[in-house]
Each structure stands twice: as C-alpha cells, then as structure tokens.
C-alpha cells in the first residue's frame, strides 16, 4: 500500500467541515484517483466545544494553524480561516518552508500576498493549489494554470460576484430598486451586513487580480485593477440597456493593450445575446478569449460549501497525486509587473445617460460636444414620459427634465469625460451623467 | 538547463500543422510554464512534398507514425492521424509500451479501444492526453479527470457535436427544412460529404462514452450508448417547442440511475432558460451535475485548427510538466462494466407530436390511450392550421391532419411506446408519430 496523504485541516466553517465529510464519503473513490488514500490527521478551528455534526474521533485536534502547517506528521496544510492576514498568512508560510503542500480557499491572501507565497513555495518546491479562490467548483485556476498553457489569452472576463449578479437580476427582472435588491440580497444571506467589499467591487477585484496573473503572467496586484462599483445603477439604465440589446453585469476584465495589461471591475453593457448576459443571480461566469480560438466560457456557482469544498478537496488530490504546476503558472521570477489601467485612455463604446433640461436643441447640443471630440454616436433615443399634448398634438412644455440616451462607438473615455463636461458647462443638463462602458464580444 | 521534451507528431493536417506552429511561436512561454524547453524533434504524415507553410528545417521527417513511437530520441508520441485502425492504433500502442508519453485526438480510438491502450499506459508508467477528443479546447477532459475528482457525479449531458448544433439553430431561426440546413452546413464545411456519422449521432455517442468513463469510472464503451440522431426533426417541431418553452439539442446525456449508468444521445427539448439552450450554432457544451453543487457549464468551440492544437499542446505541456494522471481518472482495474441503456425503462417527460385524423374526438382518444398507461398530461395544443369557419362561425370538416401536440409528466418509456401504438390500433391518426424526450434542469 502507498502511504496516504496526510492532511491537516485549519478552519472549520461550513466549507472546512464540508470537505472532511467529503473526504470521508469519498474514501475509495479519491484513493483510487490518486492511487493512494487521503487522511484527515489533523484540524483545528477557533472553538473545539462547536457543533459541526463532525465526527472526529481518531483525528488530532491542534492547538493553532501553526501547529498544524508545522506538524511532521502533516504533508499538506489545507487554509480555510480566510483573511489576508493572521493566523492564515504565517500558518501558509510556515507550512511552505517546511515543504508541505498547501491548499487554500483565500482569495484576499492571494491576492495580497500571492507573490511572496509563490516565491517561498518554488524555494521549497512545495505545492500552493487555490482553484477554490476564485469561482468555488467552477475550474477556472486549472484551466488557466494547465488547460491553455499553450494558448496566448487576448482577454479574460467575467462575472466573479454572486451578489452583485443577484443584484442586478433582480433589478432587471422586477424593476426594483439597487437598495430593495440590495435589502433582499442581506435578508436571503447572499450579501453581507457590510456589502461593501462586493458591491463596491473589491471581490472582484481580488479574484480579477488573480485571473490575469495566471492569463498575462503579471505580478498578482490588486492596486493594479480599476474599480467601480454597481451603486449608481438604476432601473431606468437597466430598462434602457434591454430597449438597445444590452444586459449590464459587473465585470472584472483583463485585457491585453497596447499599452499593457489593462485591468478593470465595473459595472459594463453586454450583449443580450452573448454567453455572459444568459448568466443569472448568483452563477459566477468566465470567458477566455484565446489567440485565434473562439471563447471558452465557464459557468457555475461561485461560492456556497459544497461548491468550494469540491474545489479544495481537488487541489487536495492534485497533491496526493503529485500533480503540480507552479503557483502562478509560470516561475515568479519571470512574472512581469504591471500598472493600474489608466482608464482615461480605455477605449471602447459608452452608454450616456443624460437627465435634458427641456429646452429644444438639448439633443443637438449634446451630439455637437460629442462630434467636438470626435465621438460617433451609434444610437439616441429621447424619452418624453408622461408629457401631455396639447390639442394640436404638440408636446406641452414640461420643467421636468427627460432623460436622453446615447450609445457611443469606439473612442477614448478621456475624450468622452471631456465631451461631457462641455455638456454640462453648457447648462443643458441636470445632474450627473450616467457613464457605462460597452464590453463587445 | 533542465533536458527538453522531446516531440514527435504524426500527422500534418491542419491541426497538426498548427500544433507545430504553436509549439514554435510559444517558445518561451511553454519553456517558463513547464520549466524545460519544448521542441518538435520528428514529424511524419502521407505526403512530405505537400505545400503546409511550415518550415521544417531542423526536424526529422519520419518514415512512418511508428517510426516516430518508436524513435529513442522521441520522448513524447503525438497521434494526429485519426482513424480507430491503423496506422494510429499501432503506433500508439508501439508508443506506450516503450513508456513514452502519447497525446492524441483521436476520439473514435479512445471511444473503441480506450480501455486497451490505457491499461497499456498504467503498465509502462506513461502517460496517455486526449484532451482534444472531445469539445477541442474546452477542457472538458481535465476537469473531469483532475477537477472534480472529489465530486461524486450525478448527471453529465452535452452539445458534442457541432454539425447537428447548426443545422438545429438554422432550422430554429429560420424555420428551414433538415435538408436545406445539412446542405448548408456540406457547403459551409460544417458537415461531411457523407453526413450519417455525425447527424446520427454516432459521432456524439463517441464522445459520451469517453466522458461517462471519466465521470462515473465506467469502462469506456461506445456500444453501451443508446444513439438516435436529428433526421425526424420537423421546423413544426422546433416551432412547438419554442412555444412551449423549450429548444431542442441533440444530447448526449450520461445519468446515474437506480439501475446502472444509463449512456444516451438522442434530439432533446431542453428548457429555453437553461445554459445549454443557449448553445447556438457550431459550439459545444458541456453540463455536469455533482451531488450537492449546482451545475458546472463548459463551452466553447468543439472544432478547428486552433482550439484543437490549444488542447494538443495543453496536452503536451502536461507531459512537460510531469502533471499526470491515470487515463481514465481511475486505474482500469478499478472500471465498472455498464450496458446499454434500456430504453423502454427510461423515466422522463415526453414531447409527442400526432396528426390527427379530424374526427371529433380525437384529442379524447390519444388522452384516453394515455391515462390508460397512467401517464399524466402536462400541456395538450391542438392546431388547426388555415381551417375555413362556415357562416356560423363553425369550423368545417377537412380531412386534412391535424396536427396534436403533448407534453407529458415523468413516465416510463415504453408506457409511452405502448399508450402510441394503442393510438395508432384505433387509426385515429395518420402517420408515425414524434416523439422527442425531455431533460429539465
């Protein structure tokens, strides 16, 4: 018989106490995948006393993280506490410079601090395996990492946060409001009592920062992406971008430039007819365009226990395997750094919703400031709600502004900044105008 | 600077040509990513003067495929010959046995004598890729085989088969006939001269059986699957199931019954929500259902040149790397027999479409004939297409048929079959009748 694989587990929330029951239940079935068996030896979480429905008779309970990454009789330290910072950090550190493998669920912590880990686990030529860092079960990191290691990427993109997908969903489907959405996303616990990490865009963010090293062979950085967030969105936007044949989903979008790798998390106009508008509430979703080959979509849950303990429970038998591929696909050393997108210089096409003060020649002066920055305008459409007629069939005069909206070809969004801040100079407007940037297939 | 790997291709067409072109192109990536070099060391197809745009200086032109498997100076065999029978067969097997690592596309030699080579592979210790013989770049195959390794899998169902995806979507949009569309699909080179080994499904069936190995650790077995294909496909099926709600797909479908692993390909109407109802045109997808987790969609392209030699070269870094893993995901010792699919008992909703003779009474019947077999009606649509109404209003007699249409509830196949053919004794309606089954979520 081969020597088991010896795991010790720190952390067990719902995914940590999934993945030892998975463990458990797929006793045969994992050892003869692997061609030895897997053994949980060895776990530890905040309280012993917790009821977790676990039976762990025979395992050992240990006193912290570090006890465990640094345990002699542990080949491979599974993280589940999360946090980018103690105990998860030094407990992942300690645990690789003892060359053990590592298998963690921390998006933060590789996000943060994937580099240095990465470097430590070439040193020690030990495994660091995260596929359930981002997308849960959904084999984003795998494919990315082993699947098109011969393929240039020219774009990745996707939808990488359930809640702010619930969200939006929701507020196109039934015409509510960001905030009743926003409310009933807390109430059904897919958005936290602080939402502000997911839909200010940070989540994403994390996860992007990730995606794009092991697409581009950056250097993993989160203070590289742009971010927006979904806030300012509103069902007249949302009913405007059904009217053009459009969706709007907040995505993380790495794409090659020019100028670089430009990074970037907000809130964007899709087709209604491409992959990633069909994905609704909380599915996370990723599209590969690779060099001359048509996208690769991924589809599935984002988060949830069962989900994200099938993902740990694989990178666990990856290593029971012996399967490995460097953390980031490529040696550190040869990641390249890369800077925040400068996004006054994105290009692509703008969705403008501009509130018009009702004066005739409000529509002429926009689309005159637009042609002064050589804007070309795809399609207008002015909205009269509610206005009365009078008795010859003409429009009454109304204080009320209307809402006029524009969609843009290709060009620079410093140019459409420019564009329209000579709109509102010229007093035509109400507010501020609604930006959304356009992603094409 | 650690040795390279050392590749061997047999086989020029165009994807081999491109495999070539991409090892070469992507030099320095593949060298960072697998930490060796990569070099096309031997190459061999039917013609060495054919014209390819390849410069092939530098690369040994082999006598023949087994001369490369059996080159000592080759230490990975690429088989891109296609053919279940010689010369493929022989010279991967020539390949294994001298431990070599073998990477491959050929689906109908893994479909039929999968089981051979990779009891061939576990004993000599090497290694056998065959990522590219099914949805190309879609890394459908890793996933299964690495991915999920810790998921138990209940269902596994897919769009593998691109020809009969187009033809479908084309008859769907624009309401044309099965033989427009196929001829279409000859003259666009989405479909063969000889049509029958894809729109019969057999092609798919190929597929299937390589995916239910890797799913449910069957012995891979295209005999076990059930195979229909689209011929019986009518535009006036397509337009009853858009307006009940569903599109059909021809799918391969693998499930976990309380009898056994049920292997089928037959057309399905799939409900228009779902993920895979979105698929159009020339892509593939693949759906699978693990316990507990919601489904995980793959899609992307499921030919050509590109995506395929995306999926070879994966392959081939893989070997590069050292990243392997048995065959089949489990030790061929440890594969289960399955048969084939008895289809009487196969338990699902049924879309039946019947012309009706038009008597009154006849919808009376074809639902009498049914409760007999206890099978419950879900929806029943009779049309009466162009009928002239007398001065009162009354529809006049015709002895045009009628057609009638039933969705039924969960039943058992040969209920079905058994509630028709009790139809037909009662000559109530003209013709065979259609019957489509139906997958939900």
Same sequence: chains 1, 2.
Avoid at 1 to 18: F, Y
Avoid at 126 to 154: C, F, H, M
Avoid at 164 to 185: K, P, V
Avoid at 400 to 406: A, E, K
Wanted: overall charge positive; proline content about 5%.
């Amino acid at each position: 018989m081969v020597a088991p694989l010896r795991v010790g587990i720190a952390g067990l929330g719902t995914v940590g106490a999934e993945v030892v029951r998975v463990i458990e239940r797929q006793e045969r079935t994992l050892s003869a995948r692997c061609g030895r068996p897997v053994r949980v030896v060895a776990v530890t979480a905040r309280s012993k006393a917790k009821k977790r429905g676990l039976d762990l008779s025979g395992i050992k309970w240990a006193k912290s993280p570090l006890a465990i990454a640094t345990d002699p009789e542990v080949d491979c330290f599974v993280e589940l506490i999360g946090g980018a910072g103690d105990p998860a950090g030094p407990a992942i550190e300690a645990a690789l410079a003892a060359g053990k493998a590592v298998v963690t669920a921390n998006k933060a912590l590789i996000a943060k601090h994937g580099l240095k880990l990465a470097s430590l686990a070439e040193k020690h030529n030990a495994a660091l395996n995260y596929e359930a860092a981002v997308g849960a079960a959904i084999p984003v990191i795998k494919t990315l990492r082993e699947g098109l290691a011969g393929t240039d990427i020219d774009r990745i993109y996707g939808i990488l946060n359930g809640t702010c997908n619930y969200i939006l969903t929701r507020m196109e489907q039934e015409g509510l409001s960001f905030d009743d959405c926003l409310a009933d996303a807390q109430r059904l616990g897919y958005a936290e009592a602080d939402p502000t990490f997911d839909i200010d865009g940070h989540d994403t963010a994390q996860k992007l920062a990730i995606l794009a090293s092991l697409a581009f062979g950056t250097k993993v950085s989160e203070s590289s992406v742009y971010v927006e967030g979904i806030r300012s969105i509103t069902p007249e936007d949302l009913r405007a971008a059904d009217d053009l044949g459009y969706r709007v989903k907040l995505l993380g979008v790495a794409v090659r430039t020019a100028k670089g790798i430009e990074q970037r998390v907000h809130p964007t106009m899709v087709p209604k007819t491409s992959s990633i508008a069909q994905v609704m509430g909380v599915t996370n979703a990723v599209s590969i365009d690779g060099d001359g080959i048509p996208p690769i979509t991924l589809v599935g849950a984002g988060a949830g226990a069962a989900a994200t303990a099938s993902a740990v429970v694989a990178d666990i038998a990856d290593v029971a395997r012996g399967i490995r591929a460097v953390p980031f696909g490529r040696p550190v050393a040869g990641l390249k750094a890369t800077g925040k997108a400068p996004m006054q210089r994105h290009e692509g096409g703008y969705y403008l919703r501009l509130l018009a003060r009702d004066h005739a020649g409000t529509a002429a002066t926009i689309a005159k400031r637009l042609a002064e920055q050589d804007i070309s305008i795809e399609s207008i459409v002015q909205r009269h709600p509610n206005r009365s007629v009078d008795a010859n069939g003409k429009a009454a005069k109304s204080s009320v502004p209307v809402p006029v909206i524009l969609i843009t070809y290709a060009t620079a969004e410093d140019a459409v900044r420019r564009a329209l801040q000579a709109v509102q100079r010229d007093k035509v407007i109400s507010g501020r105008p609604q930006v959304i940037r356009i992603e094409k297939n």
